[in-house]
């Protein structure tokens, strides 16, 4: 409880749809990294709605165990979804943490996913109708991938995916 207090007093007085995003993402995939087991349990605890399908969310293709969300609360954006998946990559067991956000502008999420970590960016692609952008960096103790994936062009669709992946 005083962890969860903690959590909120840090967010600005006025959070905005930008500080509400990077903070879910932060504090569910960053923080202890993708855990597939312990965000099931959060999944569980608060009433999130299970997908019926993977909605884009598993920024890995081998994909061995997958669970989503549509999630509600004041805390998080309107229509935020969120999925863990257990995954082989290049022959290493992994997990994944990805978080889907809308109405959230991909510019500044990222300017401060910047000032809030230590992320590196190593690749980007634009194919088609779509920006990539990976990242490395330590959170929670871990060497984590970070991938960012929007639309390139925002008045099409204003979503993000966030997504954290780790070694299992």
Request: net charge negative.
């Amino acid at each position: 409880m005083a962890f969860a207090l903690a959590g909120v007093c840090l967010m600005p007085a006025h959070a905005d749809n930008v500080d509400l995003a990077l903070e879910a993402f932060h504090e569910t995939c960053l923080a202890h990294g993708p855990d597939f087991e312990r965000t099931a349990a959060v999944a569980k605890t608060r009433g999130w709605t299970p997908l019926s399908g993977d909605a884009a969310l598993t920024p890995v293709d081998d994909v061995d165990a997958f669970q989503g969300w549509t999630v509600t609360g004041n805390d998080l954006p309107a229509g935020t979804m969120i999925a863990v998946t257990k995954a082989t990559l290049s022959g290493k067991a992994v997990q994944t943490c990805s978080i889907r956000l809308f109405d959230v502008d991909r510019a500044t999420f990222e300017q401060r996913f910047f000032a809030r970590t230590d992320a590196e960016k190593i690749s980007e692609d634009r194919n088609g109708d779509q920006v990539s952008k990976l990242y490395i960096l330590i959170a929670g103790n871990r060497k984590q991938l970070v991938h960012l994936t929007s639309p390139v062009d925002m008045g099409r669709s204003d979503s993000i995916i966030a997504s954290s992946i780790a070694d299992d």
